[in-house]
């Protein structure tokens, strides 16, 4: 994996007016979460949720705080988790975050990537099934009428 750096601006989801400066920030496919220094985070006035535990590249077990942010970088922004990094831990961009903006990462280029988001669904939903729950017969039917949907889109995708 190539490395890069960028920079990243933290604001506070509750009061938007609150920001960080830019943060030069490694991105980091391999962490699931975006470490940011507590300092930062806690002068804008963001504070920790609740505890969590990890697992470290070196294969030490840490806990840390983590909370919520609003994160810009690069042009794009996102709504993430994020932790709240003590001194000696390093400043990283997750693939959480990433995914949030929606981008891949370019290790040759050392940039993002703009990427269509993937729809879970290639179907319509009528109304009247999302306010009552089916029966199991329902359910089945309905996936056997989404099974041909989709068969039929792939095999018309193959030709």
Not at 21 to 40: N, Y
Not at 103 to 118: C, E, L, M, S, W
Not at 120 to 146: G, H, K, N, T
Request: proline share 6%; net charge negative.
């Amino acid at each position: 994996m190539s490395m890069f750096k960028v920079n990243v601006v933290v604001v506070n989801p509750k009061r938007e007016e609150l920001a960080t400066a830019p943060m030069e920030t490694l991105v980091d496919t391999d962490s699931e979460l975006t470490w940011l220094p507590a300092a930062a985070l806690q002068q804008i006035g963001i504070l920790p949720r609740r505890d969590r535990t990890f697992a470290t590249a070196t294969k030490q077990i840490v806990k840390r705080q983590v909370g919520y942010a609003i994160l810009r970088a690069e042009g794009y922004e996102t709504t993430d988790e994020v932790v709240f990094a003590e001194p000696g831990d390093m400043t990283l961009l997750g693939v959480r975050t990433l995914e949030g903006f929606g981008v891949v990462v370019d290790n040759i280029g050392h940039r993002f990537v703009a990427q269509t988001t993937i729809v879970a669904v290639l179907c319509d939903i009528p109304s009247e099934v999302l306010m009552s729950p089916p029966s199991p017969e329902e359910i089945a039917r309905r996936a056997e009428e989404a099974k041909a949907r989709a068969q039929a889109i792939l095999t018309k995708q193959t030709r």
